[in-house]
Each structure stands twice: as structure tokens, then as C-alpha cells.
């Protein structure tokens, strides 16, 4: 049999490293999944271990390019972001990955801040709010004040996914997914980086911003082969939606973390709104994502356990619990204390009830589901253009929890509710960005399985 045509899709997260191989189709044929060992920094700080990432990324990418079975035409990379590699003059990695979780020097951060403009001013034109180190240009900053050796002998920083491209192409480049994802580095408004980065020197040590689509050919092996610069995974997920729908819809990329975006907001970031824990992506094709977010996930956790306890059954026992549209019709109204602006967002109110109001298990878990559905409509309206959206698709691991969809579509009233269900939607996404460089077939219609909710008439509500 001759050799099936694919693209290669390196997925580069926190704990799992993937290469996943789609044939023409966009169909799995082939992945593997590892977990690399952590090293420390300077400071004994955990962080990713760059030599092993750097040769995990060379042995499995080896293994695909001699594999029989397949011809791959093409490879690209989606990447956690927040993390710089620093290359010296040489092209080499000359410092550790340092770990977006480590703190920030308060002093340093009082000083950048006043330098450039207030933290309140700075957000709001760079969208970014205040994060330490999760905000990736600070880190650069930090290296400029406390590292000068690193930086005189730095000649590109790049962002992971970049470093990853550059490792088979050896081709420095930047993608606006990477700069525009709460970095602190560009102004939303002038459309370009923030005067602090030339300030700074930065400007030569970043390399040239490129195209989603821009493809380099494999060093040392064939020229056939295109390689991509790499994806911020988080823009990587939304590319299927924006290629599959071009009418306004907003996605709810459900987990610990709920993330409603907006990618048809082009409305500026206003502080309200990032104290709110809003802020803004910059897509693949360059225009803003608004996006809010609640540490839901972290919520239902919480809760069910509580209500495990309370009437003693398994902790894991919500898996079980059946839709009842009998039990939503007859829920609890949300204290009023709890309606006020903003307050919404904080709490849902579910932690503030007395288990003992409730008769089964069943009915609390009803009870919870319906007041966090009450508090998502509250941080998705931040977003949202006015009900503009007829389209809420709702994907990651709530979409599979039929209580959870279900109300949404009774709190959603203007908007079509559907479970989106997408496998590998990171990867996927940085592999349709590609498709016109490697697959001459048309984009099958049907990699989005979508399954649409509707609440009962007598439970329809907004907030």
C-alpha cells in the first residue's frame, strides 16, 4: 500500500508532550504522547527541561519522517505560551525556560510600571492584566534589569511554539498568536508593538512577525516537507470555529478554567472589564479575541465534593445525575445580594446554601449547575456584542455534562446552545492553518459535531 499523505502536529503542553499525524481528511491516524522530566532554573525554580524538549521534538519527529506508512507533507506546532527560549549568537538556547509561574520581584515590577505609563494604562492599551510572569514581555524586561550577559549575548527570543519551528527549520521567526495573548508586548490600539519594547533594545532580539501560514522548508532532510512557525494553543483551538463559521458566535472552551471568546468584539478592552478578568487574543488572522473568564472548574470541584459528603455518596457520583427537567423548572432564585453588578462573577451563590434545602443528591447537583449557568451568562455578556452572537457552541470537558448544556440553553435565550465535540482541537487547528500548503482536497464538512440544546418553555431565563 503506498504511504498515507499527512501533516505532523507537534502539541507541546505543560505535562503532555503529543505528535499527532491527520491524513487528508483531518483524521487521527497516528499519535504519541510523553511526559518529559522537569529540571530546575538558577534559583530552583521547576521549569521544562530544554535540552530534553529540544531532543523529544528531534527523535519523535525522526520516527514519522522514516515511518512507512506515512508521507508527511507537512508539520506545525501549537505550544503553551507565556515561555521565551533565548538563542545565542550561535542559535542555541543560552538560558533555561523559565517558568511562567515563577514570582516576579515586587520592586521590579513597581518600577516597570511607572516607567511606562501606570499599571491601569498599561493594561488597558496593551490588554493585559497584571500577571507577573504570565505576562511573557515582563519577563523579558526582567532580563534586561538583572541578566546583562544574557542579554547582550541574546540575538532572538522566541516564543515557544517558534523555538519549536526553529528546531526543524532553523529559521527564527515571530507569530502574532504568541505576541497578542496577555504578553504585556503589543498596543491593541496602535496595531504594533508597545513603545516599551524599543525602549528596552527588544525590538532587533524578536524576530520578524510572519503569516499563520507561513512555512519554511525542512533543514537538512527534504525541501518537499513545509514546516510552520507554530501556534499559541489557545488560538490554535478557535481556528476550526472561524474556518467552519463566519456568522458571529461566541465559544465556551469549558475546564478548570470557562473561557467565553469573542472573536467578532472588536470593541476596545476597558479596565472595568479586565479587572473583571477579561482580556484579548490576537487570532491567526490577526484580529482581536475578546475573551473572559471563570475558575469555574475549580467551583464544581469544590462543590460536589461538598454535596458528596453531605448525603454521603461517592464523590465522582454527579457522572450519574440525569438531566430532570422537573428538578430546573422548581430551582432555587439567585439571593439578590448576588444579582448586583459584578457580584455575579464572583460568586455563583451555590457555596452560600444549606444542603439540607435540598432532598437528594440529584437535586443539589440541579441546584449548583443552574447557579453556575446564572454566573457564566454574567461573564460572557462581558463579552458578548449585545446578543449580537446567535450561536453559543460550547466545547472542552462540560460539554459532555448534559445538566450543564441544558442549562445554558435556558439561560442563553438568544442563542442557539450546542456540545461541540472536536477531538484534538489544538492540533487540528494548527494543522488546518496549513491546509493550502500541503492538501489539494477541499475541507471536509464535518469535523465539528455539534448537538444542539433547548431548555423547557417554563424555565427560560436570563439572569
Excluded at 515511518?67 to 505550544?79: E, G, Q
Excluded at 500577571?131 to 546583562?148: A, C, F, P, V, W
Excluded at 515571530?174 to 508597545?194: E, P, V
Excluded at 444542603?355 to 449547575?369: G, K, R, V
Aim: charged share 20%.
Amino acid at each position: 500500500m503506498p504511504a498515507i499523505p499527512v501533516i505532523a502536529v507537534f502539541d507541546i503542553g505543560k505535562t503532555n508532550k503529543k505528535l499527532l499525524l491527520f491524513d487528508e481528511q483531518y483524521q487521527l491516524v497516528w499519535e504519541r504522547s510523553d511526559r518529559l522530566a522537569e529540571t530546575v532554573d538558577e534559583d530552583g525554580m521547576p521549569c521544562e527541561d530544554l535540552q530534553l524538549l529540544e531532543q523529544w521534538l528531534r527523535d519523535a519527529g525522526k520516527e514519522v519522517l522514516q515511518h512507512r506508512d506515512f508521507d508527511v507533507r507537512a508539520i506545525n506546532f501549537a505550544a503553551y505560551g507565556a515561555s521565551f527560549v533565548y538563542l545565542n549568537e550561535q542559535g542555541e538556547p543560552h538560558a533555561p525556560l523559565y517558568n511562567y509561574l515563577k514570582q516576579y520581584p515586587p520592586q521590579l515590577l513597581e518600577q516597570f510600571y511607572n516607567t511606562y505609563g501606570g499599571m491601569e494604562a498599561f493594561a488597558v492599551a496593551t490588554a493585559s492584566p497584571p500577571l507577573g510572569s504570565l505576562n511573557s514581555g515582563l519577563q523579558l524586561y526582567r532580563i534586561k534589569q538583572e541578566q546583562e550577559r544574557l542579554f547582550a549575548h541574546t540575538l532572538y527570543a522566541l516564543h515557544l511554539p517558534q523555538f519549536a519551528s526553529f528546531v526543524f527549520t532553523g529559521e527564527a521567526s515571530t507569530d502574532i498568536t504568541s505576541i497578542g495573548c496577555h504578553t504585556g508586548l503589543w498596543d491593541f490600539k496602535a496595531d504594533k508593538y508597545h513603545p516599551w519594547v524599543k525602549a528596552e533594545a527588544w525590538t532587533n532580539k524578536l524576530p520578524l512577525i510572519q503569516p499563520a501560514e507561513t512555512t519554511f522548508p525542512l533543514f537538512g532532510y527534504r525541501t518537499t516537507v513545509k514546516v510552520g512557525i507554530g501556534l499559541h494553543d489557545s488560538s490554535a483551538a478557535l481556528i476550526p470555529y472561524l474556518l467552519y463559521f463566519k456568522e458571529p458566535f461566541l465559544l465556551l472552551s469549558t475546564g478548570t478554567w470557562c473561557i467565553t471568546l469573542n472573536p467578532f468584539n472588536q470593541l476596545p478592552l476597558t479596565y472595568d472589564e479586565l479587572q473583571q478578568d477579561c482580556l484579548c487574543y490576537l487570532s491567526y488572522k490577526e484580529q482581536q479575541v475578546k475573551a473572559s473568564r471563570l475558575f469555574a472548574g475549580n467551583e464544581h470541584e469544590q462543590e460536589t465534593a461538598r454535596i458528596a459528603a453531605h448525603f454521603g455518596v461517592a464523590p465522582n457520583f454527579y457522572e450519574s445525575v440525569q438531566y430532570d427537567a422537573h428538578l430546573f423548572a422548581n430551582i432555587l432564585p439567585r439571593k439578590k445580594d448576588l444579582q448586583q453588578k459584578g457580584q455575579g462573577l464572583k460568586d455563583s451563590g451555590f457555596g452560600h446554601r444549606m444542603l439540607d434545602a435540598f432532598a437528594n443528591p440529584s437535586h443539589a447537583y440541579h441546584q449548583l449547575i443552574w447557579d453556575m449557568a446564572q454566573q457564566q451568562y454574567a461573564a460572557t455578556m462581558l463579552v458578548s456584542m449585545g446578543g449580537q452572537e446567535r450561536r453559543l457552541f460550547v466545547d472542552g470537558g462540560f460539554s459532555k455534562n448534559e445538566v450543564y448544556v441544558h442549562a445554558l440553553a435556558a439561560v442563553f435565550t438568544g442563542c442557539e446552545v450546542f456540545a461541540a465535540a472536536m477531538p484534538q482541537a489544538t492540533a487540528l487547528g494548527a494543522a488546518l492553518v496549513l491546509h493550502e500548503k500541503w492538501n489539494k482536497t477541499a475541507l471536509p464538512q464535518n469535523l465539528i459535531q455539534l448537538k444542539r440544546y433547548h431548555a423547557p418553555a417554563e424555565m427560560v431565563t436570563t439572569g
